[in-house]
């Protein structure tokens, strides 16, 4: 029978998997809301779309859509394309806008 004046042994509580030393970014939709969240904090812009998303050996590369300058009408709005490098942990590795265009200019004009 064990002595119950000794005090208990307790067993390390289990962390959830984003808690525990490997703290990689493993899916895509963790990797947009990480690089939505950094444009929006680095621009002071809120992010329309994530338009690309693609996974690397050292992170992940995130391209996101913002409107930069609002204009009447809304056709005439300056939109921008954003990409974020994230290292595998989540932190920001560089961003730099890639594309700026007027909200109705189609695609290879």
């Known amino acids: 029978m064990a002595d119950e004046s000794a ?15 490997d703290r990689r970014v493993r899916s895509a ?3 947009a809301r990480i690089a939505v969240q950094e444009i929006a904090a ?3 812009r809120t992010p329309d779309n994530v338009v690309a998303i693609e996974r690397r050996d050292d992170g ?3 391209s996101v859509e ?5 204009r009447i009408p809304d056709s005439a709005d300056i939109l ?5 490098e994230l290292d595998q942990h989540g932190g920001l590795a560089a961003y730099r806008r890639t594309d700026r265009y007027l909200r109705g200019r189609v695609e290879g004009r």
């Open 7 to 21: 005090p208990r042994q307790r067993r390390p509580a289990r962390r959830p998997p984003e808690e525990r030393d």
């Open 29 to 31: 939709a963790k990797a």
């Open 42 to 44: 680095l621009t002071g």
């Open 60 to 62: 992940w590369c995130v």
């Open 66 to 70: 913002l409107v930069e300058t609002h």
């Open 80 to 84: 921008a394309i954003y990409e974020i």
